[in-house]
């Protein structure tokens, strides 16, 4: 592995993208649902990925979308040591949709069960869980995605030789409007079948193609 890192070979082997009531999984639509709301689209995209996973219900929706994203990307992988395993997010409203329930329930009793999804990080502890991500751990909130920063930052964690495979990319929801954009990344070409170079253009095509890279 270190000798790959050398070379500056990194691999895009898993992506997956969550807007328009569309998901799609490694440039393949994988479900769509028109003219759903937000929460009715996520629990059809939940049914539909067979994910049996009660707690599912419990989370807020930005926690619901990053699972429902992460599972898109994180099937089939290659198991390795939990603290191998990164995870790099990062989104533009922070956790504003569960902070505006919180203050609405304000004047009555608010909930703890909201209250513990009053952190945009949340979402990154709910995957982590999920997939035995003990690795580094790290989200930024921006005003909108950013290639070029996720690209060095996610990088850098390969380059200091404790990560094996990242998860990395934007996760973000209020109101109706949602978006995640999720890379697996690893320095293994034949991690799976996509096996693109990680490279800012192709980033880029999927954060802003909804079907994903174009070249």
């Not at 969550?18 to 939940?46: C, H, I, S």
């Not at 219900?57 to 089939?76: P, Q, T």
């Not at 060095?152 to 990242?166: E, H, I, P, Q």
């Amino acid at each position: 592995m270190r000798a790959a890192l050398v070379k500056n070979e990194l691999y895009i082997n898993a992506v997956c993208r969550v807007t328009g009531n569309r998901a799609w999984k490694n440039g393949q639509l994988f479900y769509e649902q028109p003219g759903a709301a937000a929460d009715e689209f996520l629990v059809g995209l939940y049914r539909a990925l067979n994910l049996n996973y009660p707690k599912w219900y419990k989370m807020d929706r930005l926690s619901r979308l990053g699972v429902a994203a992460a599972e898109m990307v994180w099937e089939n992988y290659p198991d390795c040591r939990p603290f191998e395993k990164a995870i790099v997010l990062a989104n533009s409203h922070s956790s504003l949709d569960t902070d505006t329930r919180f203050v609405s329930q304000m004047q009555e009793i608010p909930s703890p069960a909201v209250f513990v999804y009053t952190l945009p990080n949340i979402v990154s502890g709910e995957i982590s869980i999920r997939h035995g991500l003990k690795g580094e751990q790290a989200f930024f909130v921006t005003e909108q995605p950013d290639p070029e920063f996720l690209h060095s930052y996610t990088r850098s964690l390969f380059a200091a030789g404790k990560t094996r495979v990242c998860l990395m990319g934007w996760i973000d929801i209020f109101g109706e409007q949602f978006n995640a954009t999720l890379y697996r990344i690893s320095a293994e070409s034949n991690d799976s079948v996509l096996s693109m170079e990680f490279t800012i253009e192709n980033l880029y095509q999927y954060f802003y193609h909804e079907q994903g890279a174009v070249s």
